[in-house]
T-cell receptor
Framework: NAGVTQTPKFQVLKTGQSMTLQCAQD?????MYWYRQDPGMGLRLIYY???????DKGEVPNGYNVSRLNKREFSLRLESAAPSQTSVYFC???????????????FGAGSRLTVL | DQQVKQNSPSLSVQEGRISILNCDYT??????FLWYKKYPAEGPTFLIS?????DKNEDGRFTVFLNKSAKHLSLHIVPSQPGDSAVYFC??????????????FGQGTTLQVKP
């Protein structure tokens, strides 16, 4: 019952460094998402992937790239990290719409990123 | 421009009493509203949802009320238990986005239930 697994859990970067956050789900969900959580802001959608091979921008995509490697995996890349990207990042997935009245997301435990 | 707002950052209640968490929204074009619960060092977990065409949905100790004219929803927890202590996020699904998971979240309210 792993659900949604994110790695790493913690990371400290220097400004300008790059890194990739990894996410995998074992629930056979079609859709996957990356959100960031900042104090006083709630969670904001960065990118999402409705299905394997497709990705779309969310509310705050600038400075990020994503790859939907296969149905299970969805990675988030910071090419040149900035202090404004210090945040907690959550990956999530959801089943097809017809299986739920609302699009209920299952979240990973989060990845805390600090950019110095 | 915060479309979904939780104006109370924190709430403290006594065990056994009712907890009422509030959420306001500014956009009428939402199809669903959801509540998520989050413990420290964990991801948010889904708690309960309500369709925009309903005004109440109940699941055990949790009831969500939707007042469309006031653009307000609330989550009632009765009776409150210490294990309910967590951050609660209100979220909304914009019209036409029910297939995308493009939830709009409020800022969260930290609930503390005292034994």
């Amino acid at each position: 019952n792993a659900g949604v697994t994110q790695t790493p859990k913690f990371q400290v970067l220097k400004t300008g460094q790059s890194m990739t956050l990894q996410c995998a789900q074992d629930m056979n969900h079609n859709s996957m998402y990356w959100y960031r959580q900042d104090p006083g802001m709630g969670l904001r959608l960065i990118y999402y992937s409705a299905s394997e091979g497709t990705t779309d921008k969310g509310e705050v995509p600038n400075g990020y790239n994503v790859s939907r490697l296969n149905k299970r995996e969805f990675s988030l890349r910071l090419e040149s990290a900035a202090p404004s990207q210090t945040s907690v990042y959550f990956c999530a997935s959801s089943p097809p719409r017809e299986l739920a009245g609302a699009n209920v997301l299952t979240f990973g435990a989060g990845s805390r990123l600090t950019v110095l | 421009d915060q479309q979904v707002k939780q104006n109370s950052p924190s709430l403290s209640v006594q065990e056994g009493r009712i907890s009422i968490l509030n959420c306001d929204y500014t956009n009428s074009m939402f199809d669903y509203f959801l509540w998520y619960k989050k413990y420290p060092a964990e991801g948010p977990t889904f708690l309960i949802s309500i369709s925009s065409i309903k005004d109440k949905n109940e699941d055990g100790r949790f009831t969500v009320f939707l007042n469309k004219s006031a653009k307000h929803l609330s989550l009632h927890i009765v009776p409150s238990q210490p294990g309910d202590s967590a951050v609660y996020f209100c979220a909304a699904i914009p019209h036409g986005s029910s297939n995308t998971g493009k939830l709009i979240f409020g800022q969260g309210t930290t609930l503390q239930v005292k034994p």
